[in-house]
C-alpha cells in the first residue's frame, strides 16, 4: 500500500484527455450484456471499478471480451438470459455496480451471491433491497443490509410505481434494470432528478421507455421485457474525473490547462457551475454529442477563487465532486458553506466526516455539520504537513493530492490504491501536467 506524497511544484498546463466516465462504463457493459447480438465500446474507462462490472457479467453467462485501450465486445445474452454465476461475485469497492447488479438479478429467476472490500462490505444496501423487495426479490445479508449479500431473483416479477425517498441515481437505475424483465410498466418518481445515463442508453437500445415532469416529479416509465438492440457505445470522459484538474488548474497560480471530451450531461456538470460561482475561469468550448451524450473541451485558467455559501446548482448534480470543492474552498477567500449532503456520509466512505478531518489535521479551518460543512478558506495555502486517512475512498485519496499543491507543507495520503478503482492513470496524467506528486513504499 504504497503512500502518496502532494506537495506544490509549478504551475500546471497542457492538454490532456480523462479516461472514460465510469457511470456510462458500467452501464454500457451491463446494457450491452442483456442486448441480442454483439455491441462495441470503446474509450470504457478500465479501473479496477468498472472490471469488476465486466466480470460480474462474464459469470452471468455474457460473453465480455476487452480488446485493449478502451476497446470492448460485448455478445449479450437478451433479457431474461442471465444464469447463476458458478462462485460468489467479488465487486471490490464497487458500490455503483453493486446497487445496479442487485436490480438486475432481482427480476431474473436466478441466485447470486456478492461481496466486496471492507469499505464496500460497510455500505448499506437496503436502499435499492426495498424496492426489489416489493417486486418479488428475496435477500440474506449481513445484518440484514450489508454485504455479502444473496440476490435470489423472483420469476414471476411485479412492476413498481416507486417513489425514491432521496435522489440517487443508483436507486433509480436499479428499479429501471429490475423493470427490463417484469411485465407490465415499471415506474419511477424522483423528487429531484438524477444522472439520466441509464434512460438515455435503453432509448438508444430500442426499449420503450419515456420521461416527464408531473406534479413537480421527474417521472420516468419502463415498458418491462422489450429486445435490446446491440450499439457501439463511445464513452465520453467522465467530468468526476476531470473535477480534480479543474479546481487543481483552478486553484494553482498561473495554471492553464485544456481537458478534452468531457461528457456534459446536464446533470453531472454542477461541478463546473460551482467553480464558476466561486470565481473559477472555466471556458465550455467544442460543444458536441458523443454516444448519445452532450461533450466539450474544458479550458481552465487560474484564478482566484472566492468563498461560495449559496451553490446555484443541485447538490446531486456533483454529489461525487464535493470532497474536491471542499479543497478548493480551503484555498478560497472567505468562508464557504454547504449543506444538504447527507448522501456524502453513505459512499465509499462517510466523506463529510473523512474529508474534516483530513483538511483539519492540515490547518484548515471548519465546522461539521449533520448535512454539511462550513470551511474558513485560507486565500492562498493551506499548513498542510499532516497524513490523510483514505478509508480505502479513491477521491478522498485525488482531493488531498489536489490540495497538496496549495499547501506550505507537504500533505500525505496514506494509501494511494484506491485511486486504481476510477482513475489509473491519475498520477502520471498529473505530473505530466507539472504537478507534484511521488509514490513512496
Known amino acids: 500500500m504504497p503512500s502518496l506524497i502532494s506537495s506544490s511544484r509549478t504551475p500546471l498546463a497542457g492538454t490532456v484527455k480523462v479516461p472514460g466516465d465510469k457511470s456510462v462504463s458500467h452501464r454500457s457493459i451491463m446494457l450491452s450484456a442483456l442486448a441480442v447480438g454483439r455491441s462495441e465500446i470503446t474509450g470504457l474507462l478500465e479501473g479496477e471499478d468498472v472490471l469488476a462490472t465486466a466480470d460480474a457479467m462474464r459469470a452471468m453467462g455474457a460473453r465480455v471480451e476487452r480488446l485493449g485501450n478502451g476497446h ?14 458458478d462462485d460468489v461475485i467479488e465487486m471490490g469497492n464497487s458500490g455503483t455496480s453493486t446497487r445496479l447488479l442487485i436490480g438486475l438479478i432481482g427480476t431474473h429467476d436466478i441466485s447470486v451471491t456478492m461481496t466486496g472490500d471492507a469499505s464496500l462490505r460497510s455500505r448499506p444496501m437496503g436502499r435499492v433491497m426495498d424496492p426489489l423487495t416489493a417486486m418479488g426479490a428475496s435477500f440474506s445479508a449481513r445484518d440484514g443490509k450489508f454485504l455479502p449479500l444473496t440476490v435470489t431473483g423472483s420469476d414471476s ?9 432521496m435522489a440517487s441515481a443508483q436507486v433509480k437505475s436499479a428499479v429501471l434494470l429490475a423493470g427490463l424483465n417484469t411485465p407490465g410498466i415499471t415506474t419511477v418518481r424522483e423528487r429531484v432528478a438524477t444522472r439520466d445515463h441509464t434512460e438515455r442508453m435503453l432509448k438508444a437500445m430500442g426499449a420503450d421507455i419515456e420521461t416527464t415532469e408531473e406534479d413537480g416529479l421527474y417521472v420516468v416509465r419502463l415498458a418491462g421485457q422489450p429486445e435490446l438492440a446491440p450499439v457501439n457505445f463511445e464513452v465520453p470522459g467522465d467530468v468526476s474525473s476531470s473535477a480534480f ?21 446536464p446533470l453531472r456538470t454542477g461541478i463546473v457551475h460551482a467553480l464558476m460561482a466561486m470565481g473559477a475561469d472555466i471556458d465550455i468550448l467544442q460543444e458536441r454529442n458523443l454516444g448519445g451524450e452532450p461533450v466539450a473541451d474544458l479550458r481552465v485558467r487560474a484564478a482566484g477563487l472566492k468563498a461560495v455559501t449559496d451553490l446555484p446548482v443541485d ?33 465509499e466512505s462517510d466523506r463529510l466526516a473523512v474529508m474534516a478531518a483530513g483538511l483539519k489535521a492540515n490547518g484548515v479551518e471548519l465546522t461539521e455539520f449533520e448535512d454539511g460543512i462550513e470551511i474558513k478558506g485560507a486565500g492562498g495555502k ?20 489536489v490540495l497538496g499543491q496549495m499547501a506550505e507543507s507537504a500533505i500525505t495520503i496514506d494509501d494511494a490504491a484506491p485511486i486504481q ?21
Not at 246 to 251: E, P, Q, T
Open 315 to 347: 447538490p446531486s448534480t456533483m454529489i461525487d465532486e464535493f470532497p474536491v470543492l471542499f479543497c478548493a474552498a480551503a484555498v478560497a477567500k472567505g468562508i464557504s458553506r454547504f449543506t444538504g449532503l447527507e448522501e456524502l456520509r453513505v459512499k
Open 245 to 265: 484538474l479543474l479546481v487543481a488548474a483552478s486553484i494553482i497560480p498561473g495554471s492553464d490547462i485544456t481537458v478534452q471530451n468531457v461528457g456534459m450531461n
Open 157 to 165: 416479477p411485479l412492476a413498481t410505481d416507486y417513489t425514491t425517498p
Open 421 to 441: 478503482t476510477s482513475f489509473p492513470v491519475f498520477i502520471d496524467l498529473l505530473t505530466g501536467l507539472g504537478a507534484g506528486l511521488r509514490l513512496e513504499g
Open 382 to 401: 493551506v499548513p498542510g504537513g499532516a497524513q490523510v486517512a483514505t478509508h480505502l475512498d479513491h477521491r478522498i485519496a485525488m482531493s488531498f493530492s
Open 72 to 85: 470492448w465486445v460485448v455478445d449479450g445474452v437478451g433479457i431474461g438470459g442471465l444464469m447463476t454465476p
